[in-house]
């Protein structure tokens, strides 16, 4: 199945030069090109992308408030979004994660790393690894979100002791196939874990089941060390 991908960028030459690096990818394919973040969400609306890589710093309105709008139509659930930024431990990526995004890269990445994003994000996997999001935890998605995008819930208290366990290792940057050898489960059954804290957590995916847990408190950032 072709990827379906939607550039967000006000830079003219970043989105050409994305676009070609896209299409050149045999699985997927650029169908729209946004300069702001209005335009993004309309077109969002318009071609139900399965991807859209979002800038962050945009005219009129930035990648934070096209993530949250995108986000908050229950019609684009499918599409996930990739945020791209020049800081990544800036807060207004945590805003992002914490409205929906389901990652972010770099604007420096390699192609291959890019490349290989995009398909992270479209299989409907967070892409957020230890090392790169540890100082984005410490600093930012630990602490309470005074913006509302993402309201601490009081589900976390019907989470099975098991659907903790497995959500906080997920935290921590496991894979399923790590939780599942730690645990001794089978991958499958850590999926369905995962999918139900997900629900009674009304989380959008993956990464925002992480920005979740860290919020409630039910996992606690390590201190960040240089």
């Known amino acids: ?16 030069t994305f676009r070609i690096l896209i299409d050149s990818a045999e699985d997927m394919t650029v169908i729209a090109e946004a300069a702001d973040g209005h335009e993004a969400v309309d077109l969002t609306a318009t071609h139900r992308p399965d991807v859209v890589i979002m800038d962050i710093r945009m005219p009129n309105a930035d990648g934070v408030t096209a993530t949250a709008a995108i986000c908050a139509r229950p019609e684009l659930a499918d599409t996930h979004i990739l945020v791209l930024t020049t800081f990544e431990n800036d807060e207004n990526v945590a805003k992002a994660l914490r409205a929906g995004a389901s990652g972010f890269l770099g604007k420096g990445v390699s192609p291959d790393v890019l490349l290989s994003g995009i398909r992270t994000v479209a299989a409907g996997e967070a892409l957020l690894s230890p090392a790169a999001t ?18 601490l819930p009081d589900a976390v ?27 001794v489960l089978s991958p499958l059954t850590v999926r369905s874990h995962i999918h139900r804290a ?23 950032p390590h201190p960040h060390r240089t």
């Open 1 to 16: 199945m072709t990827i379906r991908v939607l550039l967000a960028d006000d830079q003219a030459l970043l989105r050409a």
């Open 134 to 151: 540890a100082a984005l935890i410490t600093r930012f998605l630990a602490t309470p979100d005074t913006d509302g995008f993402l309201a």
């Open 157 to 183: 208290k019907a989470l099975t002791d098991r659907e903790r366990e497995v959500t906080a290792l997920a935290a921590h940057g496991k894979s399923n196939a790590d939780i599942a050898a730690q645990l």
């Open 198 to 220: 997900m629900t009674k957590l009304h989380a959008r995916d993956r990464a925002q089941l992480v920005v979740v847990a860290y919020q409630s408190g039910l996992v606690k």
